[in-house]
T-cell receptor, first 109, second 112 residues
Framework: GQQVMQIPQYQHVQEGEDFTTYCNSS?????IQWYKQRPGGHPVFLIQ?????EVKKQKRLTFQFGEAKKNSSLHITATQTTDVGTYFC?????????FGQGTTLQVKP | ETGVTQSPTHLIKTRGQQVTLRCSSQ?????VSWYQQALGQGPQFIFQ???????GRGNFPPRFSGLQFPNYSSELNVNALELDDSALYLC???????????FGPGTRLTVL
């Protein structure tokens, strides 16, 4: 069945450094979504990518969907302490949704 | 705020017992999904309901069951609780024709 691998599992960065998390699928994805979960909180929707090669930006966050629609990345430029949390990708079709394992970001001030 | 609420916030049960968790969807959302999130893990898809019918299911045994009501609120029922069922249970509602998940705050279930 469909699997989504997300790496790295953890990343510790100094405030101001960049951060990237990657999701890779064994099968072609119809779309991919990204969520952020703060410690003790619930996942919050960030963005959805649908088109092959799509790139979307939200302030310091850049989201990419691979040309083959089998991988995606989230890049944060110049991290801030408010970026702390776990970032998840979500893929799948209606009725069968799969989260990546998540990348937990720690930012040292 | 997503407008999705869950109750109770926390719950402690013993092995073998049964539990019912509740979710109230955001107005207009006709699809609800339930997830189990163990500590330090990503949410695992349990099942999804659309217009009161089960619309898909993850790799969870039949003792995990659900209901969706005409007002689109829903329940997750777990029978014969096991220690490994201890987790955060999240529900998420969705607008028609989209996949964006609007999550509730979750119910923390502890099985002793």
């Amino acid at each position: 069945g469909q699997q989504v691998m997300q790496i790295p599992q953890y990343q510790h960065v100094q405030e101001g450094e960049d951060f990237t998390t990657y999701c890779n699928s064994s099968t072609t994805l119809s779309n991919i979504q990204w969520y952020k979960q703060r410690p003790g909180g619930h996942p919050v929707f960030l963005i959805q990518l649908v088109k092959s090669g799509e790139v979307k930006k939200q302030k310091r966050l850049t989201f990419q969907f691979g040309e083959a629609k089998k991988n995606s990345s989230l890049h944060i430029t110049a991290t801030q302490t408010t970026d702390v949390g776990t970032y998840f990708c979500l893929s799948g079709n209606t009725g069968k949704l799969i989260f990546g394992q998540g990348t937990t970001l720690q930012v040292k001030p | 705020e997503t407008g999705v609420t869950q109750s109770p916030t926390h719950l402690i049960k013993t092995r073998g017992q049964q539990v019912t968790l509740r979710c109230s969807s955001q107005s207009g959302h006709n699809t609800v999904s339930w997830y189990q999130q163990a500590l330090g893990q990503g949410p695992q898809f349990i099942f999804q309901y659309y217009r009161e019918e089960e619309n898909g299911r993850g790799n969870f045994p039949p003792r995990f069951s659900g209901l969706q009501f005409p007002n689109y609120s829903s329940e997750l029922n777990v029978n014969a609780l096991e220690l490994d069922d201890s987790a955060l249970y999240l529900c998420a509602s969705t607008w028609p024709t989209t996949d964006t998940q609007y999550f509730g705050p979750g119910t923390r279930l502890t099985v002793l």
